[in-house]
């Protein structure tokens, strides 16, 4: 199983990026998608996850409102569209599947997620 993901690079603050996931060896429309990253020096965080179907989402606080998790069972894709970017959010991107559902208020912890991609880099400017 491989998770790959794509659509890094460079952006100045305030552009845009989308980060799209996709996996080999795995059907990806039956799995939980989450988003993590993670800055040098400092630990891995949780960015955002969407359930199997699409219907639940839950975002970290610190990029609520900017950005928007998405799939598309079809392409067996999982994506992440970034706006409003900050330096802040500069970071290794990486997106994890999982099979324990995601409910409001119940989310997998990072131990659920059983394939993790090699990661993306955002470099977000000012």
């Known amino acids: 199983v491989q998770l790959v993901e794509s659509g890094g690079g460079l952006v100045q603050a305030g552009g845009s990026m989308r980060l799209s996931c996709g996996a080999s060896?795995?059907?990806?429309?039956?799995?939980?998608v989450g988003w993590f990253r993670q800055a040098p020096g400092k630990e891995r965080e949780f960015v955002a996850v969407?359930?199997?179907?699409?219907?639940?989402?839950h975002y970290a606080d610190s990029v609520k409102g900017r950005f928007t998790i998405s799939r598309d069972n079809a392409e067996e894709t999982v994506s992440l569209q970034m706006n409003r970017l900050k330096q802040d959010d500069t970071a290794l991107y990486y997106c994890?599947?999982?099979?324990?559902?995601?409910?409001?208020?119940?989310?997998?912890?990072?131990?659920?997620?059983?394939?993790w991609g090699q990661g993306t880099q955002v470099t977000v400017s000012s």
């Open positions: 060896g795995l059907a990806l429309s039956v799995c939980a």
């Open positions: 994890a599947s999982t099979f324990v559902p995601v409910r409001a208020g119940k989310l997998p912890t990072t131990d659920d997620y059983d394939y």
């Open positions: 969407i359930d199997w179907r699409g219907d639940v989402t």
